[in-house]
């Protein structure tokens, strides 16, 4: 008796489950599809965005992209993915991308670059790359962004140095930031040149620059205490400790400048910065940026090498429409649309096409940054690297303090990152 | 001195003890009633996600993936082989060890002065609120800010009777005591709840204080204090807590450094859950720390019995 | 100590008494003075940058005095964000939430303050616990259990949680004061026929103003500034409360400086008036406990 | 059957026993005083007839019916707290109106009630003030007024005048006692002052460590104290103490104690409980009201010397040690006779303590007009109609009762 009812409850179930969907269906076979998409973008960047949404939204009208600023989106994202909610595309930093893609997180977008034919030659190789984990692509670039050395030419001038010859190498860099530090009677810093340590650089672009790299090619040792490491953290402390790190941090912060950098307030003279400074730098510093800024390549110190960052989208797993979400995506890498962002946010676009349009590259100031996507390098896509990394930021931080030399900090550090990468290695395996 | 039948046979006392007369039934059925909401929502709310916490544990578990059964891998692995987890626990010790006494004195303090009739005290106890509600955006610049070794107004007022300031955030001895002193800026949050205790103690106990002929001090130490205790304590408990989950300001201001000297317990695990997708040893992490706090708490309570004064203590 | 001395060095220890009473009240002052101006300061800052134009913020030195007044920063920040609409939503959650969590946790502290049962004990130890573990490593399960009851995307998820309980933290708080409460009043209710819900409505609520009072403060402030709850459970842009909406003035990699700062200053000035209000039951209800002679 | 009833009713806090009574019977309408040293449980006895604590075992029996499940409100029992319980936010007004306010009484009714018990206190005036700003004495009249106005099966009394002053407490002494003969209700009233209870007690429960020691009437109580905390708790200035032999001479039983010795009259013998012998030993108690003292009395039963004029005013009182004396006493011992020489020896020197073994302090009336002098040598006799024996062992009383209650 008992079973026959659980039957009948299990069928009455089911026709109701049967009659929704295809109610919904029906319904969505008539209106548009609304998908979501998540971004952390505010101010110009976020307008850039509405842009391209907006773009999309009247290009068709089977799909309607609804945008929402997430603020920690990296939290929200996590839970939303754990608690199977999340949303159908996410504009994200795709430095991000290993780690999520590792964990089964992301849809896997071949087939649709297959259909589609999408070219991955058409954006910046090392744009694309990053998006590739284990031979699959989990995220399309949608904008890149690369650094340059912003230099203060008043600041040039007054030490004495040529405003058109930005420095070329390290050996320069270190010579004209001797020029152009000051002191007061007291001994304390008034004026910098590059503070290597400064705007967030990471060891391992000095890594790379020596031809060095973090991991070695199928990424089972850490390498980043090779020679080449030791030769770039020596480097880099025995800049610091020119200017004392005690007086750098004493120059750091001050009341009136420290809504910026003090870059803006002619306190450094030069510094390694990312494109997206430079609307920050025209609303806060417009006489720098028309009278004083110049913008060159980062010099080498072996070879020439810059970080490419920059943000990709995605489909996370489980996302309810994929399909619509793809559609959106390749708008989004479309060369308009690349412009258009480009020209709001002021960014790079990942479409080399666009970024080498006129409308983009045409910007001085942004030129620099286009330019030196050639020695683009980016980080590892590997889910232990920001484990690694956070070994090589303490290790940083041990030789700047003086408390271990510079090569022993990197062996120290290189023991804990290797272990760090075994266990992810094996369980990788697994 | 005289006994007309002695004393108790145990038998009698037993027999007693068993069940509860229908009174003590109904206070306890009323108790039950009162802690309804709170007892259905923790078990609902709270204990779940606890346990399941204590599952993850023992697994490896990024988020993304369901987790993987482990066994006490990560316990061992923490106690081994993990030299950030001392370090972490050690930050946090000391930050506690400083911030929980000064905060409660300092909270009662300026409670004791933000009781007094002066004009405009409204104002002021506004005023002195103010930090506690202070975006912690604001308030980090503001304290960058005067913790600068050249500029910032410690420092100058340290060179006003000659010492020379340390660098502060930046110096990995003096960072911990620079966020101590932040700290107890914050006070003011305390504060509040030492106010609303001061309104309990009775007036009459002061005038017998003062008839006795006690100073100041005195009262403060024979009538406010004993009286205050149970705020105290509630104090100290949740200082405690609190400050063994110490997080904003070091993910704001310092990041950990310098040289981890900033690390504290649950900064470091927050990494590792969130910046290095390992929930299920940061959740190992988490019950450590719990481990700790519950047998601190435990010890608290088991000393409170020795100074906390309760005027409305229930027999039992 | 002065009021002890024998008739004729009374008058003389009257005028040290007085003298002592103008010290003291002179050293409070001046304490106060120096203490709220040091804790003003940052907020005159705030103040000031929020009237600042973009040249103005970064100067290298720092002028208290905007020159000029942009007031017009305040209409953009407004305007910035959809001001209202998040005000609006902030008010709905923050007044049931302070609901919910005042009168629950009342309640909740009643029970464990003033009635006897077997296994209370326990359950207060097992109410500190819930507070020690660090939100971090539950919250992803709470969320998946909020979104498998429903309230993902849906303010429930903000609000339900108040009333069940209303915070550990405030239990306490509120059942340490409880215990201060002689409990002849309680027994006096009894006897004039009060149950226990009478008991706590009629006596040690009205007794407890100023602990009730700092405990609805105190739920006013988390809910108004709760930043993490509203951004897990909220996925609609419209639903958005204002302390998440101000985390849209900070982007990635530039900042509306004078439009948070200004932005901030709307969204504390209610905490403020809600504090200056509410305080003045730290003080209107001295000594409502005397109860010997 | 009592209007209260407590049958084999026993309280326990953990594991200490507070309240142990096997059968208190209380009748309708009558003044019952728990008397005790503080912490003997009368409180607690207080409280488990209020129904604020269940007794571990045991049976509440009111008016017939137990009510050992009951609520207060359902006993309808009112109560006098001894720091009076005020509600100190309300006004006096709502302070006596909340019993009726609970009860759903009609607010006009309300109204009229507590005007009515306003006036029978001398309390209108201060219906609108807050407790915390009126006088003890005023807020005792309130918390009686709060009793009083529900008009209960009980009153019950926790010491309610301990903390008035001297002068106040007998003022509101009376007056208790006025109002109680005016409304009849059943009282019980807790106090540890024995004037107080031999002032308003119909009958009197003596409790010492939670147990029942005596009840009776005030009467009974003082003239026939069932053991010696009752004879030293009942009575000011407490009653006289003195261990003695006792010896048989020539068909006589006397007694011999520090600086005594009396012949036992031959009533009291046969009061002697079983009928028995005396014990070897015994505790002799006699009040210092049925002490005689005088320089030079006839049979006087002892001598001493004065080490404390007591003066009260209305009544005077001597301290004399006895056993301290320059002369020797006649017996039928002769000088070898009694403890007292057998350590004070004789002639003593001057100046030696009261509390020096050996020696016995007797307080006892003073008659004379002049002040007796320290120092002075006095006789003194004891009143054979009421003296007390009690048995050293176990404290009870050796003798039956003349005119017993129950």
Redesign the interface.
């Known amino acids: 008796m008992r079973q026959v009812l659980r039957l009948l409850a299990l069928a009455l179930c089911l026709s109701l489950l049967a009659t929704i969907t295809t109610a919904q269906a029906a319904v969505a076979s008539r209106a548009p599809v609304e998908i979501a998409l998540w971004h952390d973008w505010t101010g110009e960047g976020g307008d850039g965005v509405v842009a391209v949404v907006d773009a999309f939204n009247k290009s068709q009208s089977n799909i309607v992209v609804k945008a929402t600023v997430t603020p920690d989106l990296g939290t929200k994202l996590l839970a939303s993915v754990a608690g199977r909610v999340p949303p159908d595309v996410v504009l994200f930093d795709r430095y991000m991308t290993g780690q999520y893609a590792s964990r089964d997180a992301l849809t896997p977008l071949d087939t649709y670059i297959a259909r589609d034919k999408m070219d991955p030659g058409a954006f910046f190789e090392a744009c694309w790359n990053e998006t590739v984990y284990r031979g699959k692509v989990y995220s399309i670039p949608f904008e890149t962004n690369s650094r340059v050395l912003m230099y203060n030419k008043r600041l040039f001038k007054e030490a004495g140095l040529d405003p058109s010859k930005p420095p070329e190498t390290w050996d320069d860099l270190v010579r004209y930031s001797h020029a152009l530090t000051k002191r007061d009677e007291k001994g304390r810093l008034v004026q910098v040149g590059f503070v290597p340590i400064w705007n967030g650089v990471s060891l391992v672009h000095y890594l790379w620059q020596c031809g060095g790299d973090a991991f070695n090619a199928d990424a089972t040792r850490v390498t980043f205490n090779g020679p080449e490491g030791v030769e770039a953290l020596e480097w880099v402390v025995s800049l610091v400790n020119y200017y004392g790190y005690d007086n750098l941090v004493s120059l750091a912060a001050g009341f009136g400048s420290h809504l910026s950098d003090p870059f803006y307030t002619g306190k450094v003279a030069m510094k390694s910065e990312g494109c997206w400074m430079l609307s920050d730098m025209r609303r806060y510093a417009p006489n720098l940026v028309a009278n004083d800024l110049g913008v060159a390549p980062l010099p080498r110190g072996k070879v020439r090498a810059t970080i490419a960052g920059g943000f990709s989208l995605v489909i996370p797993k489980g996302a309810a429409h994929s399909d619509a979400a793809w559609e959106f995506i390749k708008f989004a890498v479309s060369k308009d649309a690349q412009i258009l962002f480009a020209r709001k946010a002021g960014t790079i676009p990942a479409l080399k096409a666009a970024a080498l349009d006129p409308q983009v590259a045409g910007d001085p100031l942004l030129k620099p940054f286009i330019d030196a996507m050639e020695h683009a390098r980016y980080r590892p896509v590997h889910p232990a690297f920001p484990e690694v990394e956070s070994y090589i930021y303490q290790a940083v931080d041990k030789a700047v303090h003086g408390e271990m030399s510079p090569e022993a900090a990197l062996e120290w550090a290189a023991g804990r990152a290797q272990k760090v990468l075994d266990r992810y290695n094996r369980h990788l395996r697994r | 001195m005289t006994r007309e039948i002695d004393c108790t046979s145990p038998g009698k006392a037993d027999s007693g003890r068993r069940g509860l007369s229908r009174n003590a039934v109904r206070e306890a059925r009323d108790f039950y009633l009162c802690i309804l909401p709170w007892l259905v929502g923790f078990s609902g709310l709270t204990l779940g996600p606890m346990l399941v916490s204590f599952y993850y544990s023992l697994c490896e578990y990024n988020i993304l993936q369901p987790p993987t059964w482990v066994g006490l891998a990560n316990y061992v692995s923490i106690f081994t082989d993990d030299p950030l987890f001392w370090t972490a626990l050690y930050n946090t010790a000391y930050y506690t060890f400083f911030s929980v006494p000064l905060g409660v004195a300092g909270s009662l303090a300026l409670a004791l002065l933000l009781n007094q009739a002066v004009r405009g005290v409204r104002v002021f106890r506004t005023i002195f609120y103010m930090p506690s509600i202070m975006p912690a955006v604001a308030s980090s610049i503001l304290w960058i800010w005067l913790f600068n070794p050249q500029y910032g107004l410690v420092n100058r007022a340290l060179s006003l009777v000659g010492i020379k300031g340390p660098l502060w955030l930046a110096d990995p001895v003096w960072s911990k005591p620079a966020l101590i002193l932040m700290g107890l800026w914050g006070v003011g949050g305390g504060t509040v709840i030492f106010l609303a205790g001061l309104q309990g103690v009775p007036r009459h106990l002061y005038e017998a204080a003062v008839v006795d002929g006690a100073t100041t001090w005195q009262q403060f130490l024979h009538v406010t204090l004993p009286m205050l205790s149970p705020t105290v304590f509630f104090s100290f408990v949740m200082g405690i807590i609190g400050s063994f989950q110490v997080f904003t300001q070091s993910y704001v201001m310092t990041q950990g450094g310098p040289l981890n000297s900033t690390l504290f317990y649950v900064l470091y695990l927050y990494r590792v859950a969130f910046e290095f997708f390992q929930m299920g040893y940061a959740s190992a992490l988490a019950w450590i720390l719990f481990v700790i706090l519950v047998t601190f708490t435990g010890l608290q309570l088991r000393l409170s019995r020795r100074w906390v004064y309760y005027e409305g203590d229930l027999r039992r | 100590m002065v009021g002890r001395v024998g008739i004729p060095r009374q008058s003389a220890s009257r005028r040290t008494r007085r003298m002592r009473a103008i010290l003291v009240k002179t050293l409070v002052y001046l304490v106060l003075l120096v203490g709220s101006s040091a804790l003003l300061t940052p907020f005159l800052w705030m103040v000031s940058t929020s009237l600042k134009g973009y040249d103005q913020v970064v100067a290298s030195k720092f002028t208290w005095i905007p020159k000029p007044v942009v007031w017009s920063n305040y209409t953009r920040a407004l305007e910035f964000i959809p001001f209202w609409r998040y005000l609006g939503n902030t008010v709905l959650v923050t007044s049931m939430c302070l609901i919910g969590a005042l009168s629950a946790s009342a309640v909740v502290a009643y029970g464990f303050a003033k009635l006897r049962a077997p296994g209370r004990t326990a359950l207060f130890g097992v109410l500190l616990a819930s507070m020690m573990l660090p939100g971090q490593v539950t919250m992803i399960p709470v969320f998946v259990l909020f979104q498998r009851l429903g309230w993902y995307n849906n303010l429930k998820a903000l609000i339900i949680p108040a009333f069940l309980g209303g915070g550990a933290f405030n239990i306490f708080l509120l059942r340490q004061f409880y215990m201060t409460i002689p409990n002849e009043l309680c027994d006096a209710a009894k006897i004039d026929g009060c149950s226990n819900l009478g008991i706590l409505v009629r006596i040690v609520a009205p007794l407890s103003k100023p602990a009730l009072t700092a405990v609805g403060v105190f739920i006013f402030v988390a809910n108004w500034t709760d930043f993490f709850s509203p951004l897990i459970y909220l996925s609609d842009q419209e639903k958005y409360t204002l302390a998440l909406g101000l985390r849209l003035f900070q982007s990635l990699h530039s900042t509306e400086y004078s439009l948070l700062m200004a932005a901030s200053i709307v969204f504390s000035l209610p905490i403020l008036v809600v504090f200056f209000l509410a305080q003045r039951y730290f003080i209107e209800g001295v000594t409502l406990t005397g109860m010997k002679g | 059957m009592g209007d209260l009833v407590l049958s084999r009713v026993?309280k326990?806090?953990?594991?200490n026993?507070a309240v142990?009574i096997d059968d208190l019977e209380i009748r309708k309408g009558e003044f019952i005083v728990l008397l005790g040293p503080s912490g003997c449980g009368k409180t607690t006895t207080l409280?488990l007839i209020?129904?604020?604590e269940?007794?571990?075992?045991g049976e509440i029996i009111l008016d017939g019916k137990v009510v050992?499940?009951?609520?207060?409100?359902e006993r309808n029992?009112?109560?006098v707290?001894?720091?009076?319980?005020?509600?100190?936010?309300m006004r006096v007004y709502d302070n006596i109106a909340?019993?009726l306010r609970?009860?759903r009484v009609p607010k006009d009714e309300i109204d009229r009630r507590v005007h009515e018990v306003a006036r029978l206190l001398n309390i209108e005036h201060l219906l609108s003030r807050r407790?915390?700003a009126m006088s003890?004495g005023q807020q005792q009249r309130v918390a009686l007024g709060?009793a009083i106005v529900r008009n209960p099966r009980l009153f019950l009394m926790d010491e309610p005048l301990s903390?008035l002053d001297a002068k106040l407490r007998l003022t509101m002494r009376s007056e208790i006692k006025k109002l109680h003969t005016r409304l009849g209700t059943t009282t019980i009233y807790v106090t540890h002052d024995q004037e107080e209870a031999m002032v308003l007690a119909d009958r009197i429960v003596i409790l010492?460590?939670g147990?029942?020691?005596q009840i009776g009437s005030p009467e009974d109580v003082y003239e026939n104290p069932?053991?010696?905390?009752v004879a030293?708790f009942i009575g000011s200035p407490e009653m006289n103490l003195a261990d003695c032999r006792v010896e048989s001479a020539d068909g006589d039983a006397w007694l011999l104690g520090e600086g005594l010795r009396l012949k036992l009259p031959a009533d009291v013998m046969t009061r002697v409980a079983g009928r028995g012998d005396l014990p070897a030993r015994v505790v002799l108690g006699v009040r210092p009201r049925n002490v005689k003292v005088g320089r030079e009395l006839e049979d006087a039963d002892g001598a001493g010397e004065v080490t404390f004029f007591e003066r009260l005013g209305e009544v005077n009182y001597v301290h004399v040690e006895t056993g301290k004396t320059g002369a020797g006493m006649d017996g039928p011992g002769g000088a070898s006779d009694g403890g007292v020489r057998d350590t004070a020896g004789d002639g003593a020197g001057a100046g030696v303590g009261a509390d020096r073994p050996g020696t016995t302090v007797l307080v006892a009336r003073w008659d004379e007009d002049r002040e007796a002098r320290a120092g002075e040598q006095v006789e003194f006799r004891l009143d054979r109609a009421h003296i007390h024996l009690f048995d050293p062992a176990?404290?009870?009383s050796l003798l039956t009762c003349g005119p017993r209650s129950r």
């Open positions: 026993m326990k806090f953990n594991d026993v142990e409280r209020a129904g604020l269940s007794p571990t075992r050992n499940a009951l609520s207060p409100k029992v009112a109560m707290f001894q720091d009076y319980a005020l509600y100190p936010h909340l019993n609970v009860d407790p915390r003890g709060r903390n010492a460590d147990r029942v020691l069932r053991n010696v905390f030293r176990s404290g009870m």
